[in-house]
């Protein structure tokens, strides 16, 4: 067929996914992987990528924190620009009492947008590199 489902329904891996087809799951090495697939003769491709992760807050006597891989330094694509927002469920008081962070290439910026809002963007972003973001707030939070 000349279509493909915007979703692959599969329940494992697959080495070739098909052009304009994609899948996201965990992998039998236990790793969240998310394939597309790309031929390539296409100049340029624009990939979004949403979703909500629960639980991934970890709460301490003092403060809450966030911290998420966003991309593994096992990733063997690059990307020509790679941005990312996150939001927070609720406000802080404080926007001073927003920390951020974040670990990876150099040549990228982490920054507030909001009291519940955090965006970071890299340029020329190279494969095998690692991005993480971390976001530290109060307990009340």
Request: hydrophobic share 35%; net charge negative.
């Amino acid at each position: 067929s000349d279509s493909c489902p915007q979703i692959l329904n599969l329940d494992k891996e697959k080495y070739h996914v098909d052009k304009d087809c994609f899948y996201a799951l965990v992998n039998s090495k236990g790793e969240f992987e998310i394939a597309w697939g790309v031929h390539e003769d296409d100049a340029r491709r624009t990939f979004k990528i949403n979703y909500t992760i629960k639980d991934a807050v970890k709460n301490y006597s003092d403060v809450s924190q966030f911290y998420w891989q966003f991309v593994s330094n096992k990733s063997e694509i690059p990307a020509k620009h790679v941005t990312g927002t996150i939001t927070l469920p609720t406000e802080v008081t404080n926007i001073d009492d927003l920390r951020v962070w974040a670990h990876g290439p150099l040549n990228g910026n982490i920054y507030k947008v909001s009291n519940n809002c955090v965006k970071f963007e890299v340029d020329s972003f190279n494969r095998r590199t690692m991005l993480e973001a971390r976001v530290v707030t109060p307990t009340y939070v």
